[in-house]
């Protein structure tokens, strides 16, 4: 399975009646959006162009580094590697943000996740 590493500077999630969208970017430019639309709760991503397919398998984040398992009709139509790896160089503040995000937007996902707590598995 091909790996690709982005690195990400910022993260924002923004939440409206219809969709909770987690927006990860680098130098000012969108890298990735991971979403959930909440009309039949369909979670999906959209790569800088724009073009959308669905949100990945499985997910693992550990520390700063994001880890996305995509499958292989998904990897191609976003032009991202299946194992898609991201490390987050944002602060602690942030870091809580996207994991909060990822775990409400990609519940159908298994996944791996650090917490202040311990870590979680689905």
């Known amino acids: 399975m091909e790996s690709i590493r982005l690195r990400v ?17 680098a130098a000012g430019v969108h890298v990735m959006m991971i979403r959930l639309r ?6 999906e991503v959209m790569n800088p162009a724009g073009e959308v397919a669905s949100g990945p398998g499985a997910f693992t984040l550990i520390g700063r580094e994001l880890r996305l398992e995509f499958g292989l009709q998904s990897a191609t139509t976003l032009g991202f590697p299946r194992d898609c790896r991201l ?3 944002v602060d602690d503040d942030a ?5 909060a995000a990822l ?20």
């Open 9 to 25: 500077d910022r993260v924002d999630v923004r939440q409206s009646d219809d969709e909770l969208t987690l927006i990860l970017g």
């Open 103 to 122: 775990l409400e937007i990609l519940q159908c996902a298994c996944f791996v996740v650090d917490t202040a707590e311990g870590r979680i598995t689905s």
């Open 95 to 99: 870091i809580r943000r996207a994991r």
């Open 38 to 43: 909440y009309d039949g709760w369909v979670d």
């Open 87 to 89: 490390h987050l160089d």
